[in-house]
C-alpha cells in the first residue's frame, strides 16, 4: 500500500486496515475542526501502541498531544494493557513530549546509507 498523501486518502486508508479498531481512534475537535488525532492498534499480549499522533500546526504547544496520549494511556489500562508504546523519528521533536507524559526511550534504531 502507498502511502497517502491527502488527509482524505489517509481517513479513507484508516478502515481498511486488518488491525484498525475505531475505539483506539481518538480526535481533538475545535468547533466543528478536527485539529488532532491519535491512532491507536491493537497488538494482543504486547500493551497497547500508538501508530500515529498528530496536531495541526496552529493548535501545537497548546496540549492537545499531550491530552490525545493521555487518553490513549487510559484506553489501553481499560483493556488491560499495561504498557503503551510509540515510536518517533527524533526530527519531529516530539521526544520531549513524551518524556514529560512519563514515557521513555525503550530502544533506538540506527539507519545506514551508502552513496552510489
Known sequence: DREPTTFEDWQAMLPRR?????GLLDVA???DRIVGACVGLNYPGE???????AV???HRRRGV?????QSAFCTSWE???RTCGVS???RTG???LYERAGMYVKATATNFVKEL
Do not use: C, K, M, Y
Not at 500493551?47 to 499522533?53: K, N, P, T, V
Open 18 to 22: 486488518r488491525d484498525f479498531d475505531p
Open 29 to 31: 475537535v475545535e468547533g
Open 47 to 53: 500493551g497497547g501502541w500508538i501508530q500515529q499522533l
Open 56 to 58: 495541526q500546526a496552529s
Open 65 to 69: 498531544a499531550r491530552a490525545l496520549l
Open 79 to 81: 483493556r488491560g494493557q
Open 88 to 90: 518517533t523519528d527524533s
Open 94 to 96: 516530539a521526544l520531549g
